[in-house]
């Protein structure tokens, strides 16, 4: 796909093509490049109406609300709500997008911790129907994979109490196990090892949970030793060494 001239010839300026703004998007996110310049990069392209430049600016509001240091409350809000409605323009603009399936599942996700357990409550068979059509488009997404697993395992850990408002919102209430849970984490890294330190760590939840403390170590061990890339990293691999010491009967 060939540069679109601007408007004014005069200024020598061109307008990026869709295929030049996501490759260069990409090319920062794969080289860590900081969180809020990719963000911003993206921003300038927020009126397009491609589904895959809207879900990439969905993950980058998302990654510099959650992933980078020093953003303020107000801001971090305001970030997740914006790729919430990313999300949802990426999947108008494109049903049979994998991605957008992905992104709009996760950012709703983000939005129900703003707005109460009852929503997103409310929320979590919606949830869980676009992560699974993400993985009929794409079987080898390890992050579709993972957030399932996360679904699995927030309705095996969920507390009695929110079990409750879960049947009185839809009778029969959204259930899974650990089991289920550290499934969808496996299959993950099978399809992308070692991509995330959090589902290194989630297997390690899983498998304490289930009281195969050898899993739960080795794979609490391997968070531990992830390469420090975000806040997120830092984040796992210190609760990986509290439930490591736990595990070792250590104070």
């Known amino acids: 796909m060939m540069f679109v001239c601007c408007d004014t010839e005069d200024d020598g300026c061109f307008a990026e093509s869709d295929d030049v703004i996501i490759k260069e998007s990409d090319k920062m996110y794969n080289t860590g490049e900081d969180l809020r310049q990719l963000y ?11 589904a895959d430049i809207l879900w990439r600016l969905a993950r980058a509001a998302r990654d510099l609300a959650l992933k980078s240091v020093g953003v303020k409350s107000d801001e971090k809000k305001g970030l997740v709500y914006e790729a919430f409605e990313c999300s949802k323009r990426a999947l108008e603009a494109d049903e049979n997008n994998f991605a957008a399936h992905k992104w709009y599942a996760i950012t709703m996700g983000d939005v129900g911790d703003y707005e109460g357990v009852k ?5 979590a068979y919606v949830i869980r129907d676009h992560l699974q059509r993400a993985t009929e488009l794409n079987p ?23 079990h409750m408002i879960a049947g009185m919102i839809f009778g029969t209430p959204p259930t899974s196990n650990y089991d289920e849970a550290a499934e969808y984490f496996m299959q993950a890294e099978r399809v992308d090892p070692n991509f995330y330190s959090v589902n290194l760590l989630m297997l390690g939840k899983c498998y304490k949970k289930m009281k195969d403390v050898k899993r739960a170590m080795l794979f ?7 390469p420090v890339v975000n806040s997120e990293d830092e984040k796992a691999i210190l609760e990986a060494e509290l439930l490591l010491k736990e595990l070792l009967g250590k104070k």
């Open 140 to 162: 080898n997404d390890a992050t579709t994979l993972h957030c399932l697993g996360m679904w699995c395992f927030a309705f095996a850990d969920m507390p009695r109490w929110q």
């Open 220 to 226: 609490l061990d391997r968070t531990m030793h992830y």
């Open 119 to 123: 929503v997103k409550i409310s929320n």
């Open 40 to 50: 911003g990069y993206l921003k300038r392209h927020e009126s397009s109406n491609n």
